[in-house]
């Protein structure tokens, strides 16, 4: 079995602000489904949206080799789609996966592990698809050797200008196959190797766990050039890493998001570090939200699940949306993935249910608004908040009238005296509601 406890880490690309000020929120109810298993499926699913909007989630079948790698479709709103089998010929059932969108469009995969159809080759190895995903083709190139292939986290990243950097235990190399960069002092102790380009310097930043006991979260500037390494340390490490990663959109920065056994943290490479909750977490993950948000999500071995976002200066947070995993579950969170390009974040919990073993299961999680309505003599003015940014043109109703936020955020009507209720909808959030009063 297991350790109860792990270390988890992610990677986003963000802003230089970060001051994390969430506030407890009501539960929300999420709908569950599972997506991976039965039987021990494996530990990393590769997570990419295309330009149509479109979540291809990659995730291996696990258990007995060999093994079988889908792609499993999901659309903006969340809901299943299609299903493509990549391969059913995988000799690594707990193999790291690791998805790119490519600049001509293109899907490019990286799996951990060995395959028979081109060679008996172990190591890391890459297949393409069409935007679509409808088919999968196996490229001859391996690389990383044995350790490669029985990483069970690896990573991959663009460049700036569209170069393919991956990275396994601790180790990095751009190109395919990939030239070498010099290995990390903690590279020969590191599980796993999570990569992010920041999207202002295009500095690629390598993370991972380090340590056969105590350890640490390992982070250092790999391209162009090393940068300064860091150590975060944590003394709860157990054995265990995975990752949910993805740039900022359209800001500079690279966040690494991890939990331990006091707290969940939040830290940006060349910055500070800052404690999001306290308490026994076991997983951690961070992924970019549209405008510059981030969301991040923890949890707990107690089969609960914290998600918040970020306003679009990564500098404060929504309510946190406290969720419960699915009943059937046992023995807590394991792992967490995310992706939230779309504006809504999709989460990946990995947790074991009694019928079917280890495997991934699926939420789509709407973001929070904030409303507040401030009542005057004969009118009121509602104002509708995402993380303290302002949201335009929220649809509001107030005693049957229909309303519209400017671009302050902020709607004004006129009312009789008297006590009102207000709700906000707006597409990609959860709705609101206020009450107030008019003299």
Same mark, same amino acid.
């Not at 963000?14 to 001051?19: D, G, H, N, P, Q």
């Not at 699915?326 to 939230?340: A, D, I, S, V, Y």
């Not at 019928?355 to 507040?372: D, I, M, P």
């Not at 009118?379 to 303290?388: F, L, N, P, V």
């Given at each position: 079995?297991?350790?109860?406890?792990?270390?988890?880490?992610?990677?986003?690309?963000?802003?230089?602000?970060?001051?994390?000020?969430?506030?407890?929120?009501?539960?929300?109810?999420?709908?569950?489904?599972?997506?991976?298993?039965?039987?021990?499926?494996?530990?990393?699913?590769?997570?990419?949206? %295309?330009? =149509?909007?479109?979540?291809?989630?990659?995730?291996?079948?696990?258990?007995?080799?060999?093994?079988?790698?889908?792609?499993?479709?999901?659309?903006?709103?969340?809901?299943?789609?299609?299903?493509?089998? +990549?391969?059913?010929?995988?000799?690594?059932?707990?193999?790291?996966?690791?998805?790119?969108?490519?600049?001509?469009?293109?899907?490019?995969?990286?799996?951990? *592990?060995?395959?028979? /159809?081109?060679?008996?080759?172990?190591?890391?190895? %890459?297949?393409?698809?069409?935007?679509?995903?409808? /088919?999968?083709?196996?490229?001859?190139?391996?690389?990383?050797?044995?350790?490669?292939?029985?990483?069970?986290?690896?990573?991959?990243?663009?460049?700036?200008?569209?170069?393919?950097?991956?990275?396994?235990?601790?180790?990095? *190399?751009?190109?395919?196959?990939?030239?070498?960069?010099?290995?990390?002092? !903690?590279?020969?102790?590191?599980?796993?190797?999570? $990569?992010?380009? #920041?999207?202002?310097?295009?500095?690629?930043?390598?993370?991972?766990? !380090?340590?056969?006991?105590?350890?640490?979260?390992?982070?250092?500037? @790999? $391209?162009?050039?090393?940068?300064?390494? +860091?150590?975060?340390? =944590?003394?709860?490490?157990?054995?265990? +890493?995975?990752?949910?990663?993805?740039?900022?959109?359209?800001?500079?920065? @690279?966040?690494?998001?991890?939990?331990?056994?006091?707290?969940?943290?939040?830290?940006? !490479?060349?910055?500070?570090?800052?404690?999001?909750?306290?308490?026994?977490?076991?997983?951690?993950?961070?992924?970019?939200?549209?405008?510059?948000?981030?969301?991040?999500?923890?949890?707990?071995?107690? #089969?609960?699940?914290?998600?918040?976002?970020?306003?679009?200066?990564?500098?404060?947070?929504?309510?946190?949306?406290?969720?419960?995993?699915? &009943?059937?579950?046992?023995? *807590?969170?394991?792992?967490? &993935?995310?992706?939230?390009?779309?504006?809504? @974040?999709?989460?990946?919990?990995?947790?074991?249910?009694?019928?079917?073993?280890?495997?991934?299961?699926?939420?789509?999680?709407?973001?929070?608004?904030?409303?507040?309505? &401030?009542?005057?003599?004969?009118?009121?003015?509602?104002? *509708?908040?995402?993380?303290? #940014?302002?949201?335009?043109?929220?649809?509001?109703?107030?005693?049957?009238?229909?309303?519209?936020? #400017?671009?302050?955020? &902020?709607?004004?009507?006129?009312?009789?005296?008297?006590?009102?209720?207000? %709700?906000?909808?707006?597409?990609?959030?959860?709705?609101?509601?206020?009450?107030?009063?008019?003299?």
């Amino acid at each position: 079995m297991r350790p109860a406890h792990r270390v988890r880490i992610a990677l986003v690309l963000a802003a230089a602000a970060l001051a994390v000020g969430v506030v407890a929120a009501a539960p929300a109810a999420p709908s569950w489904t599972r997506l991976s298993g039965p039987n021990n499926a494996g530990d990393q699913l590769g997570l990419a949206r %295309t330009p =149509d909007g479109t979540l291809h989630v990659i995730w291996n079948r696990g258990n007995k080799t060999p093994s079988s790698i889908f792609d499993t479709r999901f659309s903006p709103s969340g809901s299943r789609q299609a299903t493509t089998t +990549v391969t059913s010929h995988w000799d690594g059932a707990k193999g790291g996966l690791a998805l790119l969108v490519m600049p001509d469009k293109t899907l490019r995969l990286f799996a951990a *592990g060995g395959h028979s /159809s081109a060679t008996s080759s172990s190591g890391i190895s %890459t297949f393409t698809a069409p935007a679509s995903g409808a /088919s999968w083709t196996l490229q001859p190139e391996v690389w990383g050797g044995a350790v490669a292939g029985a990483s069970g986290i690896i990573g991959a990243t663009l460049t700036k200008d569209g170069q393919v950097v991956t990275g396994w235990r601790g180790t990095a *190399g751009e190109g395919l196959p990939p030239s070498s960069i010099p290995q990390n002092a !903690y590279a020969a102790d590191q599980l796993g190797t999570h $990569l992010a380009t #920041d999207a202002g310097s295009g500095a690629v930043v390598l993370a991972g766990v !380090y340590g056969a006991g105590n350890g640490g979260v390992y982070v250092q500037q @790999v $391209l162009p050039g090393t940068g300064k390494a +860091v150590v975060l340390p =944590d003394n709860s490490y157990n054995n265990d +890493v995975i990752t949910g990663e993805s740039p900022r959109i359209g800001a500079p920065g @690279v966040f690494v998001a991890y939990a331990d056994t006091k707290a969940a943290r939040l830290y940006r !490479y060349g910055g500070g570090s800052k404690t999001l909750a306290r308490g026994p977490f076991t997983s951690a993950t961070v992924c970019a939200g549209p405008g510059g948000r981030l969301w991040v999500a923890w949890g707990d071995s107690k #089969d609960e699940l914290f998600v918040t976002r970020s306003n679009r200066a990564a500098g404060g947070f929504e309510p946190v949306q406290k969720l419960t995993l699915p &009943q059937q579950t046992t023995n *807590g969170l394991r792992f967490l &993935q995310c992706e939230g390009s779309a504006g809504p @974040v999709d989460v990946f919990a990995q947790v074991a249910d009694k019928a079917n073993g280890l495997g991934f299961w699926h939420a789509h999680v709407l973001a929070q608004l904030s409303l507040r309505a &401030q009542g005057a003599k004969g009118k009121a003015t509602i104002s *509708g908040r995402d993380a303290g #940014d302002p949201v335009a043109g929220l649809a509001i109703t107030v005693a049957g009238r229909h309303l519209k936020t #400017d671009t302050k955020g &902020q709607a004004t009507i006129t009312l009789r005296p008297g006590s009102y209720s207000a %709700t906000a909808t707006a597409a990609g959030y959860a709705p609101a509601s206020t009450r107030f009063s008019v003299r």
